[in-house]
C-alpha cells in the first residue's frame, strides 16, 4: 500500500539545509517605515478611486434625470431647440469625456511606488527563515506555540498574535523542510485556534492532513489514526485520508502482533504539548548544555567562585591615556579569566560605528578551517560588516582604546567587525581560535592565531542574545556600553579549548556588538610566551 503525504502533487519532503532569516534588525526598521509609506500610498489610492466613483456617480445621477425626461414624451423634448442641441453635446462631448473619466486608473501612483519599494522587500527565502528563527527560538527557550501565537514572550509590553492561517503557514515551512517536529506544534496550534472559533481561511481539512502525517512521521501510530479518522469524518472524499488511514491501522496492528499485544481503539486524541514528542537529535553534541546556559540553566556561578571575582581600576600598566580615567573592570569568570570594561563605548561612538556599518552589513560570514576562505554558514546568522581605523577617527580611537586596555598591539589584529543580531540572531558554539586540525584558517593574514578577543555590547537587549560557555558553564549578558575580554591561548600558544563560546538567539530586541580578534605576531614582548599550558 503506498501512503501519500500532505502535499499531493509532491513527493514527500527531503531534508534540506535550515533557511537563514537574512534580513537583520537594522533593515527591518527600514521596511516598518517603507511599510508606513505604501500605507499612505494606499489611502491615496482610494481616496481617489472615491473621488473617481463620487465623479461617475455625479455623472450618471445628472443622466438619469435627462433621459427620464426625454424619454417621456421624445418629440416633445425634441422639439426645442436647446434639447436638440444639447443631446448632440452630450453623445459627441460630454459621453467622451465620461468615458475618459471612467477609463482613468488611480492606481497608477500607488503601483508605481509599490515597483520603487519592491526592490527592498523580503523575498519568499527571508520570509522561511523568519519563520525558521521562531522556531529556533521555540527551541531554545522552550517557549510553546501558543505564546507565540499570543505574542506572551517575556520583556514585551505589547503583544502580537499569531492567526490559524499563520501558525498553519509555520507548520507548512517546517513541514517542506521534512522537520515534522515542528510541523506539529505548529499544526496543531492551528488546529487548536479553529477549535476555538477563530476566524481562518485555510481549510480544517488541510491542517488535519499534514498534522496527521506529520504525527506519523514522528511515529506517534495511535494520534495518526485518531487525527486521519477526524479527517475522513469531515471530508470522506479525500484523495488521501482513506488510503493513510487504511495503511496507519494496518502498520498499528502488524506493530502490535510483533509485541504480542492485542489490537486496541487509539485513545482520545488529547491535545499536543511541547514535550510531548522528543526533538530530534541534530549536529551539535552540546545542544542541551548550550541551550540551557540561554535560558539561565546550568550556570555554574557558585558562591566560592564569586568570592574569587573582584572589581577594580585598570589604568593599563599605568598607560598614559588610562591614568587619569582608568577603566573599570570587573571579573566575570576566574578560569578561564574573562573580564568586563564598564564605558568602553560612549553613546555618540555607539552611534557612529552604527551609522558606518548599517550601509556594509551583509551576511555574516565564518572562515573555512580548511581553506581559511570567507564563507556562510547556518550556524551563524547575523550580519556583519567590517571598519578599518583610517575610514573615521571613532574607528581609530577604539582600535587604540582596545590596544590600551588589553596591551596588546592592533596592528596585527582584524579590522572591528560590527555584527547585527535581529530576530532569531545567533551564534552557536564556536571557537574563535584555529586548532590543529585547521592550520590554514588564518594563513592568508600572516599574523598567527587569534590570541584573543575583544567583545563590545553597543546594545541592550530585552531577553536572550548572551554570550555562553557551555564547557565551563558561564553566561554573560549584553549591556550596552561595556566590553568583555578573554585569551584565546595559552602561554604556550596552544588553543584554550575551554573558551568555546556562543551567542544565543535574540529572543526580543536587536542586539549590536563590535568583535576586535587579536592576533599572535607582535605580541611577543606584550604576552611573553611561556612553556607550559598555563595562563
Same mark, same amino acid.
Not at 507548520?171 to 477549535?195: C, F, I, P, S
Given at each position: 500500500?503506498?501512503?501519500?503525504?500532505?502535499?499531493?502533487?509532491?513527493?514527500?519532503?527531503?531534508?534540506?539545509?535550515?533557511?537563514?532569516?537574512?534580513?537583520?534588525?537594522?533593515?527591518?526598521?527600514?521596511?516598518?517605515?517603507?511599510?508606513?509609506?505604501?500605507?499612505?500610498?494606499?489611502?491615496?489610492?482610494?481616496?481617489?478611486?472615491?473621488?473617481?466613483?463620487?465623479?461617475?456617480?455625479?455623472?450618471?445621477?445628472?443622466?438619469?434625470?435627462?433621459?427620464?425626461?426625454?424619454?417621456?414624451?421624445?418629440?416633445?423634448?425634441?422639439? @426645442?431647440?436647446?434639447?436638440?442641441?444639447?443631446?448632440?453635446?452630450?453623445?459627441?462631448?460630454?459621453?467622451?469625456?465620461?468615458?475618459?473619466?471612467?477609463?482613468?486608473?488611480?492606481?497608477?501612483?500607488?503601483?508605481?511606488?509599490?515597483?520603487?519599494?519592491?526592490?527592498?522587500?523580503?523575498?519568499?527565502?527571508?520570509?522561511?527563515?523568519?519563520?525558521?528563527?521562531?522556531?529556533? %527560538?521555540?527551541?531554545?527557550?522552550?517557549?510553546?506555540?501558543?505564546?507565540?501565537?499570543?505574542?506572551?514572550?517575556?520583556?514585551?509590553?505589547?503583544?502580537?498574535?499569531?492567526?490559524?492561517?499563520?501558525?498553519?503557514?509555520?507548520?507548512?515551512?517546517?513541514?517542506?523542510?521534512?522537520?515534522?517536529? @515542528?510541523?506539529?506544534?505548529?499544526?496543531?496550534?492551528?488546529?487548536?485556534?479553529?477549535?476555538?472559533?477563530?476566524?481562518?481561511?485555510?481549510?480544517?481539512?488541510?491542517?488535519?492532513?499534514? =498534522?496527521?502525517?506529520?504525527? #506519523?512521521?514522528?511515529?506517534?501510530?495511535?494520534?495518526?489514526?485518531?487525527?486521519?479518522?477526524?479527517?475522513?469524518?469531515?471530508?470522506?472524499? @479525500?484523495?488521501?485520508?482513506?488510503?493513510?488511514?487504511?495503511?496507519?491501522?494496518?502498520?498499528?496492528?502488524?506493530?502490535?502482533?510483533?509485541?504480542?499485544?492485542?489490537?486496541?481503539?487509539?485513545?482520545?486524541?488529547?491535545?499536543?504539548?511541547?514535550?510531548?514528542?522528543?526533538?530530534?537529535?541534530? #549536529? %551539535?553534541?552540546?545542544?542541551?548544555?548550550?541551550?540551557?546556559?540561554?535560558?539561565?540553566?546550568?550556570?555554574?556561578?557558585?558562591?566560592?567562585?564569586?568570592?574569587?571575582?573582584?572589581?577594580?581600576?585598570?589604568?593599563?600598566?599605568?598607560?598614559?591615556?588610562?591614568?587619569?580615567?582608568?577603566?573599570?573592570?570587573?571579573?566575570?569568570?576566574?578560569?578561564?579569566?574573562?573580564?568586563?570594561?564598564?564605558?568602553?563605548?560612549?553613546?555618540?561612538?555607539?552611534?557612529?560605528?552604527?551609522?558606518?556599518?548599517?550601509?556594509?552589513?551583509?551576511?555574516?560570514?565564518?572562515?573555512?578551517?580548511?581553506?581559511?576562505? =570567507?564563507?556562510?554558514?547556518? #550556524?551563524?546568522?547575523?550580519?556583519?560588516?567590517? %571598519?578599518?581605523?583610517?575610514?573615521?577617527?571613532?574607528?581609530?580611537?577604539?582600535?587604540?582604546?582596545?590596544?590600551?586596555?588589553?596591551?596588546?598591539?592592533?596592528?596585527?589584529?582584524?579590522?572591528?567587525?560590527?555584527?547585527?543580531?535581529?530576530?532569531?540572531?545567533?551564534?552557536?558554539?564556536?571557537?574563535?581560535?584555529?586548532?590543529?586540525?585547521?592550520?590554514?584558517?588564518?594563513?592568508?593574514?600572516?599574523?598567527?592565531?587569534?590570541?584573543?578577543?575583544?567583545?563590545?555590547?553597543?546594545?541592550?537587549?530585552?531577553?536572550?542574545?548572551?554570550?555562553?560557555?557551555?564547557?565551563?558553564?558561564?553566561?554573560?549578558?549584553?549591556?550596552?556600553?561595556?566590553?568583555?575580554?578573554? #585569551?584565546? =591561548?595559552?602561554?604556550?600558544?596552544?588553543?584554550?579549548?575551554?573558551?568555546?563560546?556562543?551567542?544565543?538567539?535574540?529572543?526580543?530586541?536587536?542586539?549590536?556588538?563590535?568583535?576586535?580578534?587579536?592576533?599572535?605576531?607582535?605580541?611577543?614582548?606584550?604576552?611573553?610566551?611561556?612553556?607550559?599550558?598555563?595562563?
Amino acid at each position: 500500500m503506498e501512503l501519500f503525504s500532505a502535499n499531493s502533487s509532491i513527493p514527500t519532503p527531503l531534508p534540506q539545509e535550515p533557511w537563514v532569516f537574512r534580513v537583520v534588525f537594522g533593515q527591518m526598521t527600514d521596511l516598518i517605515y517603507t511599510e508606513k509609506e505604501l500605507v499612505q500610498s494606499l489611502k491615496e489610492y482610494i481616496q481617489a478611486e472615491e473621488s473617481k466613483l463620487a465623479a461617475v456617480k455625479s455623472w450618471a445621477n445628472k443622466l438619469d434625470v435627462l433621459t427620464r425626461a426625454s424619454t417621456s414624451d421624445p418629440e416633445v423634448y425634441l422639439a @426645442h431647440p436647446v434639447n436638440a442641441y444639447k443631446l448632440m453635446k452630450r453623445l459627441n462631448t460630454e459621453w467622451s469625456e465620461l468615458e475618459s473619466l471612467v477609463l482613468q486608473d488611480p492606481s497608477d501612483g500607488f503601483i508605481s511606488n509599490m515597483t520603487v519599494h519592491r526592490q527592498y522587500f523580503p523575498d519568499e527565502e527571508d520570509e522561511k527563515g523568519a519563520a525558521k528563527a521562531l522556531m529556533r %527560538l521555540q527551541d531554545t527557550y522552550k517557549l510553546d506555540s501558543e505564546s507565540f501565537s499570543k505574542g506572551k514572550l517575556p520583556g514585551m509590553h505589547h503583544n502580537a498574535i499569531l492567526t490559524v492561517d499563520d501558525c498553519y503557514d509555520m507548520g507548512k515551512t517546517a513541514y517542506n523542510e521534512a522537520d515534522y517536529y @515542528h510541523a506539529v506544534l505548529w499544526m496543531q496550534q492551528a488546529l487548536r485556534q479553529m477549535d476555538a472559533g477563530e476566524e481562518h481561511v485555510v481549510s480544517k481539512a488541510d491542517v488535519l492532513d499534514y =498534522l496527521s502525517y506529520s504525527v #506519523y512521521q514522528m511515529g506517534d501510530l495511535p494520534r495518526a489514526i485518531e487525527l486521519t479518522r477526524r479527517l475522513v469524518a469531515i471530508d470522506s472524499s @479525500h484523495q488521501r485520508a482513506g488510503g493513510n488511514l487504511r495503511y496507519f491501522e494496518k502498520l498499528l496492528s502488524k506493530q502490535l502482533k510483533e509485541l504480542n499485544q492485542e489490537v486496541q481503539e487509539p485513545a482520545t486524541e488529547e491535545p499536543i504539548q511541547l514535550g510531548t514528542y522528543k526533538r530530534p537529535k541534530d #549536529y %551539535l553534541p552540546e545542544r542541551e548544555i548550550y541551550e540551557g546556559l540561554c535560558r539561565g540553566e546550568g550556570v555554574k556561578m557558585t558562591s566560592e567562585r564569586r568570592s574569587r571575582l573582584y572589581c577594580r581600576y585598570h589604568d593599563g600598566n599605568r598607560n598614559p591615556r588610562l591614568l587619569l580615567q582608568p577603566m573599570k573592570e570587573e571579573d566575570e569568570w576566574d578560569s578561564p579569566h574573562i573580564v568586563r570594561y564598564l564605558n568602553a563605548l560612549s553613546d555618540s561612538e555607539i552611534e557612529k560605528i552604527k551609522e558606518l556599518a548599517k550601509p556594509r552589513l551583509a551576511r555574516a560570514t565564518v572562515r573555512d578551517p580548511k581553506t581559511g576562505v =570567507l564563507t556562510t554558514a547556518n #550556524y551563524r546568522v547575523s550580519k556583519s560588516a567590517w %571598519l578599518e581605523g583610517e575610514e573615521d577617527p571613532v574607528i581609530e580611537r577604539v582600535n587604540q582604546r582596545i590596544e590600551d586596555i588589553t596591551g596588546l598591539t592592533t596592528q596585527t589584529a582584524e579590522l572591528l567587525q560590527i555584527a547585527n543580531y535581529g530576530v532569531g540572531g545567533q551564534y552557536e558554539p564556536h571557537f574563535d581560535f584555529s586548532r590543529k586540525d585547521e592550520p590554514d584558517a588564518f594563513k592568508t593574514l600572516g599574523t598567527g592565531n587569534r590570541v584573543a578577543t575583544f567583545l563590545n555590547y553597543m546594545s541592550d537587549v530585552e531577553a536572550g542574545g548572551a554570550t555562553v560557555f557551555p564547557d565551563f558553564g558561564a553566561a554573560i549578558y549584553p549591556k550596552k556600553g561595556t566590553a568583555v575580554f578573554w #585569551y584565546n =591561548l595559552f602561554r604556550s600558544g596552544e588553543g584554550d579549548y575551554r573558551t568555546r563560546h556562543a551567542a544565543c538567539p535574540v529572543l526580543v530586541g536587536c542586539k549590536w556588538v563590535s568583535n576586535k580578534w587579536i592576533h599572535e605576531r607582535g605580541q611577543e614582548f606584550r604576552r611573553p610566551c611561556g612553556l607550559t599550558e598555563v595562563d
